[in-house]
């Protein structure tokens, strides 16, 4: 009997530990909100292009076949690893209408526009949903910022398997985040 008993909490134990883990790591960032950093954040639409800042050269790479990328800005050669890019922290509660994660720049230069896919998924790992979105912002070379995007869950009724459960009855989903292209410049 005892051990039918572990047999069935471990799972939970597991899955406990992961989400008071993933809790730890989006209390722990300490960051400027793109609020704070730019006076409000914006999103974009696919179709709309993503303009860098004037002063300093910009240059747009696609991400979509390769995981390290080598270009020239401003006459430097630069290297570009997607894992330099980390996704960190999403939220969204079952009646919020925007989502919200971290994104951390450990890139050598800044990025002011990145365009991502969202995809969602059930507890079973079914597709419910995918997205892509462009998202213009401001992340200097080694720092993180917050990011709201509108949400895809017009009607309220998901929310985030990792954030806290509701009282009513909804669905909680899990999401994977892909960086399909950047604009970048180099350091002021």
């Known amino acids: 009997?005892?051990?039918?008993?572990?047999?069935?909490?471990?799972?939970?134990?597991?899955?406990?530990?992961?989400?008071?883990?993933a809790r730890k790591i989006r209390?722990?960032?300490k960051v400027t909100t793109m609020k704070e950093a730019k006076g409000?954040?914006?999103?974009?639409?696919?179709?709309?292009?993503?303009?860098?800042?004037?002063?300093?050269?910009?240059?747009?790479?696609?991400?979509?076949?390769?995981?390290?990328?080598q270009f020239?800005?401003?006459?430097?050669?630069?290297l570009f690893h997607k894992r330099d890019l980390q996704f960190a922290g999403y939220d969204k509660g079952i009646s919020?209408?925007?989502?919200?994660?971290?994104?951390i720049n450990r890139c050598p230069f800044n990025i002011n526009g990145i365009a991502i896919r969202i995809n969602?998924?059930?507890?079973?790992?079914?597709?419910l949903h995918s997205r892509d979105?462009?998202?213009?912002?401001?992340?200097p070379a080694g720092e993180t910022r917050k990011l709201d995007i509108?949400?895809?869950?017009?009607?309220?009724?998901?929310?985030?398997?990792?954030?806290?459960a509701p009282r009513r009855v909804a669905s909680p989903y899990k999401v994977t985040i892909l960086p399909l292209r950047l604009t970048i410049t180099s350091h002021p």
């Not at 020239?72 to 630069?78: H, I, M, N």
């Not at 509108?150 to 806290?164: E, K």
Request: aromatic fraction near 12%; hydrophobic fraction near 35%; charged fraction near 20%.
């Open 40 to 69: 409000k954040s914006g999103t974009k639409k696919d179709n709309d292009t993503v303009k860098g800042n004037d002063n300093y050269p910009s240059i747009e790479i696609s991400l979509n076949y390769s995981d390290s990328i």
């Open 1 to 21: 009997m005892k051990l039918l008993i572990f047999i069935i909490t471990l799972p939970l134990l597991l899955l406990a530990s992961h989400d008071v883990e």
């Open 133 to 139: 979105v462009t998202i213009s912002c401001d992340i």
């Open 96 to 103: 919020s209408s925007r989502e919200s994660f971290f994104l």
């Open 150 to 164: 509108p949400t895809w869950d017009t009607q309220h009724t998901f929310y985030y398997y990792l954030g806290n």
């Open 120 to 127: 969602y998924y059930d507890m079973q790992s079914r597709m």
């Open 72 to 78: 020239t800005l401003d006459g430097k050669d630069l």
């Open 27 to 29: 209390q722990s960032l």
